[in-house]
């Protein structure tokens, strides 16, 4: 009998576990959506460089992104990997916008994702420099009547 209970609370564990993945995975693409709309307003409105609809997102190692759409908005989506970093940037003429997500933060009650998008540049074809000028923090904060984290805004900063 407490094999039986052993097992049914691991396997409800399981299922708990894998709905709080998606849900994760959800905002996660919320925020991603959130960000490519950023991109024509925040970061290439005032740029001279050629805005090619494309999002270079490092794969992040704290999501597994089942679900990763090809497109978010008008923006095509390529994630690097440890396998493809040198043949996308080899494509990019060693030069492009070298996209992070980062882990939720919790600020003032509201879940906040930092994505920042790194001037990449790759050097001898291996050594990889990123460099900082700016992101986007977007945020969500709880709806009780739909019972979800819904967007509350979005802020781009430089330095």
Same mark, same amino acid.
């Given at each position: 009998m407490k094999k039986i209970i052993l097992v049914l609370i691991l396997i409800i564990s399981c299922l708990k576990g894998f709905g709080q993945d998606n849900e994760n995975e959800k905002i996660y693409l919320q925020a991603l959506d959130r960000y490519a709309v950023e991109m024509d307003?925040? +970061?290439?409105k005032n740029s001279k460089e050629i805005n090619k609809k494309? /999002?270079? !997102?490092?794969?992040?190692n704290f999501i597994d992104f089942k679900t !990763?759409?090809?497109?978010?908005? =008008?923006? @095509?989506i390529v994630l !690097?990997? @440890?396998? =493809?970093?040198?043949? /996308? +940037?080899?494509?990019?003429n060693f030069k492009l916008y070298h996209t992070r997500i980062f882990?939720?933060?919790i600020t003032e009650g509201k879940l906040m994702i930092g994505i920042i998008p790194y001037h990449g540049e790759m050097k001898n074809g291996k050594d990889l420099s990123l460099g900082l000028s700016d992101g986007t923090s977007v945020y969500f904060k709880y709806d009780c009547n739909l019972k979800t984290f819904v967007h509350d805004k979005t802020e781009n900063w430089g330095i």
């Open positions: 307003s925040f +970061y290439y494309i /999002i270079y !997102l490092e794969k992040p !990763l759409p090809s497109k978010i908005g =008008n923006y @095509k !690097l990997t @440890k396998d =493809n970093l040198e043949e /996308i +940037y080899h494509k990019e882990p939720i933060e």
